[in-house]
């Protein structure tokens, strides 16, 4: 298993975070790191996402800091570059995802069906983003996809919080979940970020329990 698969792994949790303000990087940063999630997937849905990342990274150098939404091999070279130690997207880009095994970055493309699994294998991949998550089946959809393919290890993402998180985590299927509702958008926005550090120990508690 790949070392940032195993710190996945340990942390469960992988904040999915939309940025619009270098700014609020380093705050941001800080309020999950105080709340005991050192991990976040900044998403390539704004122009800011790389220069965040690279804050990020430089502020906290032992947060586990990725990029998510990556669409195109450009986008991948522009993330790593900045920092980012491991590639999400939402879905399976052949092109993509071979471009980012070139190079050796961790990547975790998305599927949500056997075609993305069997694809995925044939590129060496076993640990897939399952996207969207509960609007594709949830988790009874990954035990039925974990039949055919047992050596599949699942992130699922998408429809993700705290009533159901649990549930997820308890299947052996399941590697982490990516989610949001620790850090929204508006609370971002607002600077909030006592309210996103407090979420995250909610969340933090809930995994641990």
Not at 10 to 17: A, G, K
Request: proline share 7%; aromatic share 6%.
């Amino acid at each position: 298993m790949h070392k940032i698969t195993e710190q996945l792994k340990f942390t469960r949790i992988i904040p999915v975070v939309v940025l619009d303000d270098p700014a609020d990087a380093k705050p941001l940063a800080k309020a999950l790191c105080d709340g005991g999630l050192p991990c976040a997937e900044i998403t390539f849905r704004t122009e800011a996402a790389a220069e965040c990342i690279q804050i990020m990274s430089k502020e906290f150098p032992d947060m586990l800091v990725g990029a998510g939404t990556v669409l195109t091999a450009a986008q991948a070279d522009q993330a790593m570059k900045a920092g980012a130690r491991f590639i999400v997207s939402p879905g399976l880009n052949p092109a993509m995802v071979k471009h980012c095994l070139k190079k050796k970055y961790p990547v975790f493309p998305g599927i949500n069906n056997p075609t993305g699994i069997e694809t995925a294998l044939s590129m060496g991949l076993t640990f897939l983003k399952f996207f969207p998550a509960e609007v594709s089946g949830g988790l009874e959809m990954i035990k039925a996809l974990s039949a055919p393919y047992p050596q599949v290890r699942f992130m699922p993402t998408g429809g993700i919080n705290p009533e159901n998180l649990h549930t997820y985590l308890a299947c052996d299927k399941v590697t982490a979940c990516g989610g949001s509702w620790m850090v929204k958008e508006e609370l971002i926005k607002s600077g909030n970020f006592e309210e996103i550090q407090k979420l995250t120990q909610e969340a933090v508690r809930t995994i641990r329990a």
